[in-house]
């Protein structure tokens, strides 16, 4: 039987950190479910790094289908979680369904994935993110920190069950080391 991974996620997911994620599962084998707040079609964002710019910037892109809605997520069916970046993860976490979903993984051990802003979903479990390390795009440090995480300023970063890593440059060795955990 297929393993099976989750991707929690929103409006406003960086378009690379979703499709990425969720094709490279598939291309693997496995189930891929992408859950939102609500089931329905995402727009996703393009976040770019340019020279005259002291941050990033955001562009409108893709859409893709969110498959269930948080409420409906059993997440004793699946069998690792990704929580991409973007703008989504500021307003998913705050949707009463989430937190439940995130205990699950981090209580049972099973691995988790974050990258980018995905880290200001970690603010819910506060209590399995304490004393771990981890690393997050660079603005996060401060909610990283805030957690009693130990931030670290590499780019790609494994701790126990979970992986971090900055932004969507880092998708490919995230995406490794994710699956890695995966098969063990």
Same mark, same amino acid.
């Given at each position: 039987?297929?393993?099976?991974?989750?991707?929690?996620?929103?409006?406003?997911?960086?378009?690379?950190?979703?499709?990425?994620?969720?094709?490279?599962?598939?291309?693997?084998?496995?189930?891929?479910?992408?859950? &939102?707040?609500?089931?329905?079609?995402? @727009?996703?964002?393009?976040?770019? !790094?340019?020279? @005259?710019?002291?941050?990033?910037?955001?562009?409108?892109?893709?859409?893709?289908?969110?498959?269930? &809605? !948080?409420?409906?997520?059993? =997440?004793?069916?699946?069998?690792?979680?990704?929580?991409?970046?973007?703008?989504?993860?500021?307003? $998913?976490?705050?949707?009463?369904?989430?937190?439940? $979903?995130?205990?699950? +993984? +981090?209580?049972?051990?099973? =691995?988790?994935?974050? $990258?980018? @802003?995905?880290?200001?979903?970690?603010?819910?479990?506060?209590?399995?993110?304490?004393?771990?390390?981890?690393?997050?795009?660079?603005?996060?440090? =401060?909610?990283?920190?805030?957690?009693?995480?130990?931030?670290?300023?590499?780019?790609?970063?494994? @701790?126990?069950?979970?992986?971090?890593?900055?932004?969507?440059?880092?998708?490919?060795?995230?995406?490794?080391? !994710? !699956?890695?955990?995966?098969?063990?």
């Amino acid at each position: 039987m297929a393993k099976k991974v989750l991707i929690v996620t929103g409006d406003a997911v960086e378009a690379l950190e979703i499709y990425y994620p969720y094709y490279r599962c598939l291309e693997e084998g496995y189930e891929a479910v992408i859950a &939102s707040p609500t089931k329905k079609t995402l @727009h996703t964002v393009c976040h770019d !790094f340019e020279p @005259h710019m002291e941050t990033f910037t955001e562009k409108p892109a893709y859409r893709i289908e969110s498959h269930l &809605s !948080f409420e409906e997520v059993k =997440p004793e069916e699946y069998d690792g979680l990704i929580i991409p970046g973007g703008r989504a993860p500021e307003y $998913i976490r705050m949707n009463e369904h989430l937190k439940p $979903i995130l205990e699950h +993984f +981090f209580k049972a051990g099973k =691995p988790v994935a974050s $990258i980018c @802003h995905g880290s200001q979903v970690l603010a819910l479990v506060k209590e399995h993110i304490k004393g771990k390390e981890m690393t997050a795009y660079q603005a996060c440090r =401060p909610d990283v920190e805030a957690c009693g995480a130990i931030y670290q300023t590499n780019t790609l970063h494994v @701790h126990d069950n979970l992986v971090s890593a900055h932004a969507w440059p880092d998708l490919p060795g995230f995406m490794r080391e !994710f !699956f890695k955990l995966l098969n063990r």
